[in-house]
């Protein structure tokens, strides 16, 4: 935490290159809303962080109240003063120092932060130099002094083939902000009051602007879903990569898809083409290939291959084998080994759940659900039709329709229907067409 610095983050815009009804600070990059990653590298910086919204700005508060508290949100009036300068216009920072940040930069980090509060200038600007700059705006460059910025819809052939873009990172001090706002115009492309105007404001009064060369993987601005998914690999690598450095086995890891509010304890194995998402727990467990699993809690267990836990399955030292769907269940010792749907069900230790066991727990109207004691073996192929109880030490019969109701201790349940063998059939039936 740095004393005394103000983080404005701005998230009002629209993004309509993202061609989404969303707005664009609220698509996400593993499993988050892109905001929320700019908010948590700002609040590891301050403890005044401003985020300026307008469009779906219900949803976006909401949003990000359920990860923070204590942000200042500041409503930007986008009919009068639209732009990433109309955004500043409303802003009351609580320090002489401010950090602009736009909202679509999910990359950034703490200590790329850092590094524009080592100068004295009276506005550091992060800059970066691009093999292809398009879609950003042009740094114009003289004699070493940054001159003004200029956006690529308002640029000439000249200024576009400039190859140092503004990477939408600046530190002000608030009397340039003051200063410099509310002399702002929209005569421009876009009729926007744009912030990097600024720039050009400023250094017409001689005022010191201090370029910081930045690189692009943290700055990436996200303005396409083709920049969402670039963005969301290279964070995903790096979520993998604290995870294995704090001592995760990750087979192919590039093929693991893993989301930010999962976690790991001990030592756990994660195999190729896994999905984790969600508020996942996963404990020295063994996750095998091709395995989803959603907002779940896996303990002293494998799973797969190509099982799939869904939302609030709690597993402690079980096997789920391949083609298991395990839905708002606990299971607790237990087996699982193929093919099964166990939804709303308690399963207690030493049980053997048998390949093709459905849980029939939805009516058409209401989920019920199935308690299953401990030690109990559940022949494949059965039918649970919920609500169920069965308590401890109980057998059910491969092929059981196990109706609703209590099923008492150490008794079998069986419904099958008899055999019938019709004798000759097979050369009667196979024989009669070829007469
Ligand atoms: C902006 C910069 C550009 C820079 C690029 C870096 C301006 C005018 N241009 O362009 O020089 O190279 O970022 O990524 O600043 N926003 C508001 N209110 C608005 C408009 C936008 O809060 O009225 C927010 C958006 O939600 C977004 C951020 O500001 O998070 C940037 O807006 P965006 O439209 O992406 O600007 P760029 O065109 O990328
Ligand atoms: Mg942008």
């Not at 809690?297 to 609030?312: C, E, I, M, Y």
């Not at 308590?391 to 059981?400: E, S």
């Amino acid at each position: 935490m740095v004393n005394s610095l103000t983080i404005v983050i701005l998230a009002a815009g629209k993004g309509s290159r993202m061609k989404s009804p969303k707005a664009k600070v609220l698509h996400e990059i593993c499993g988050r809303e892109m905001l929320y990653y700019s908010i948590k590298a700002a609040r590891a910086m301050s403890d005044d962080v401003i985020v300026v919204v307008a469009h779906q700005k219900d949803s976006v508060i909401s949003a990000m109240e359920r990860y923070f508290t204590g942000l200042t949100f500041v409503t930007q009036d986008t009919d009068n003063f639209p732009g990433t300068g109309g955004a500043m216009m409303g802003v009351q920072p609580k320090y002489q120092n401010v950090l602009v940040l736009n909202g679509d930069m999910p990359l950034i980090t703490p200590k790329s932060i850092e590094q524009f509060l080592h100068s004295d200038a009276d506005i550091v600007m992060s800059v970066i130099t691009l093999d292809n700059p398009s879609g950003y705006g042009r740094v114009v460059i003289e004699k070493g002094h940054v001159e003004r910025i200029v956006e690529e819809k308002d640029a000439d052939n000249g200024e576009k083939a400039i190859q140092t873009v503004n990477a939408g990172v600046y530190a002000f001090k608030h009397n340039v902000l003051k200063t410099y706002l509310p002399l702002l115009r929209n005569t421009n492309a876009q009729a926007e009051y744009y912030l990097t105007d600024v720039i050009a404001l400023a250094r017409r009064d001689q005022l010191l602007i201090a370029p910081l060369y930045v690189e692009e993987v943290e700055f990436k601005g996200v303005n396409s879903k083709y920049d969402l998914a670039q963005s969301e690999m290279i964070m995903m690598d790096r979520l993998r990569h604290t995870w294995m450095d704090a001592g995760v086995i990750m087979q192919l890891p590039e093929t693991i898809y893993l989301e930010e509010g999962v976690k790991f304890e001990g030592e756990c194995v994660i195999e190729n083409g896994v999905r984790l998402c969600g508020e996942s727990l996963i404990s020295n467990s063994h996750i095998k290939a091709h395995s989803v699993i959603e907002d779940s809690t896996v303990t002293n267990s494998d799973v797969g291959p190509l099982a799939h836990l869904r939302p609030l399955s709690v597993l402690e030292d079980t096997h789920v084998g391949n083609f298991v769907e395990v839905k708002k269940s606990t299971l607790t010792g237990v087996k699982a080994g193929h093919l099964s749907y166990l939804g709303d069900a308690t399963i207690g230790e030493g049980s053997n759940i048998g390949a093709g066991t459905i849980t029939c727990n939805y009516d058409g109207v209401k989920k019920y659900q199935t308690l299953i004691g401990k030690n109990v073996f559940v022949g494949s192929d059965t039918q649970l039709v919920a609500p169920v109880e069965i308590a401890d030490n109980v057998m059910i019969a491969a092929g059981t329709t196990v109706t609703a109701g209590k099923y008492e201790s150490g008794i079998l349940i069986l419904s099958r229907t008899p055999i019938r063998k019709v004798e000759g059939f097979f050369s009667k039936f196979f024989t009669k067409g070829k007469e």
